[in-house]
């Protein structure tokens, strides 16, 4: 029988050096390439001949080195949570605190990240930080992976501060939060999606979004020649 491996090692190579660097994988990732045998085959040898990093089950990255302490690089979470979701075919939903961590909204660095899914899985360590995988209603999973799913739930994380906050920290996040809004290559499809999804959220937050849109939409008109 015709050994495609080498093949499907080109592929994958070619495939994953177009991607950015810490894009994490999943066999699914490949299966236009050949049968899940070949390629699981494949990523194996890969490991092996450490082109690739196993992460956990199914989950695989390229091994980078941290230029000042010279060890490896921890995967980035946020695409550990995203392979995850190809991988098991569920969605997933992260939590307020990182949401907003990621959007830069506080300094607050979660120990572990709390992703809900409408699935049972298992806790992924990446270092010193726990995935921890919770099982929630599909009901409650309305922005798992849509484009402005971070900016409602960092919403929801800062609630008691925005309802009752100084006046300073609201024009802050705002500011941030237009900037986000703005933003070329993803600003449209945030805007989009949370006046899609507007009807989903509570009262409160209707009218911090709505306020929020029509100044993204000021900001941009002033901005225009």
């Given at each position: 029988m015709l050994n495609l491996t080498p093949v499907i090692k080109s592929q994958v190579m070619q495939r994953i050096n177009q991607a950015p660097a810490a894009k994490v994988w999943t066999p699914v990732d490949f299966l236009d390439l050949g049968s899940r045998d070949a390629v699981d085959k494949t990523l194996q040898r890969m490991v092996a001949s450490n082109d690739l990093r196993r992460i956990d089950r199914?989950?695989?990255?390229?091994?980078?080195?941290?230029?000042?302490?010279?060890?490896?690089?921890?995967?980035?979470?946020?695409s550990v949570i995203d392979a995850v979701g190809r991988r098991d075919q569920v969605r997933v939903l992260i939590d307020g605190m990182t949401a907003a961590n990621d959007l830069?909204?506080?300094?607050?660095?979660?120990?572990?990240?709390?992703?809900?899914?409408?699935?049972?899985?298992?806790?992924?360590?990446?270092?010193?930080l726990t995935l921890q995988f919770k099982l929630t209603a599909p009901s409650k999973l309305y922005w798992a992976g849509r484009?402005?799913?971070?900016v409602v739930q960092a919403l929801y994380w800062?609630?008691?501060g925005l309802k009752g906050g100084t006046?300073?920290?609201?024009?802050?996040?705002?500011?941030?939060?237009?900037?986000?809004?703005?933003?070329?290559?993803?600003?449209?499809?945030?805007?989009?999606d949370l006046r899609y999804g507007l009807h989903t959220v509570p009262s409160w937050m209707q009218q911090w979004i709505r306020d929020l849109l029509a100044r993204s939409e000021q900001a941009t008109t002033k901005a225009s020649p």
């Amino acid at each position: 029988m015709l050994n495609l491996t080498p093949v499907i090692k080109s592929q994958v190579m070619q495939r994953i050096n177009q991607a950015p660097a810490a894009k994490v994988w999943t066999p699914v990732d490949f299966l236009d390439l050949g049968s899940r045998d070949a390629v699981d085959k494949t990523l194996q040898r890969m490991v092996a001949s450490n082109d690739l990093r196993r992460i956990d089950r199914g989950l695989y990255d390229q091994p980078r080195m941290n230029a000042l302490t010279g060890q490896p690089t921890v995967p980035d979470y946020n695409s550990v949570i995203d392979a995850v979701g190809r991988r098991d075919q569920v969605r997933v939903l992260i939590d307020g605190m990182t949401a907003a961590n990621d959007l830069g909204l506080t300094n607050a660095v979660p120990g572990q990240v709390i992703v809900h899914t409408d699935g049972r899985l298992r806790q992924i360590q990446l270092g010193k930080l726990t995935l921890q995988f919770k099982l929630t209603a599909p009901s409650k999973l309305y922005w798992a992976g849509r484009p402005a799913m971070r900016v409602v739930q960092a919403l929801y994380w800062l609630r008691e501060g925005l309802k009752g906050g100084t006046q300073v920290n609201q024009d802050a996040i705002q500011a941030k939060l237009i900037r986000l809004l703005q933003d070329s290559s993803q600003g449209s499809a945030i805007r989009d999606d949370l006046r899609y999804g507007l009807h989903t959220v509570p009262s409160w937050m209707q009218q911090w979004i709505r306020d929020l849109l029509a100044r993204s939409e000021q900001a941009t008109t002033k901005a225009s020649p």
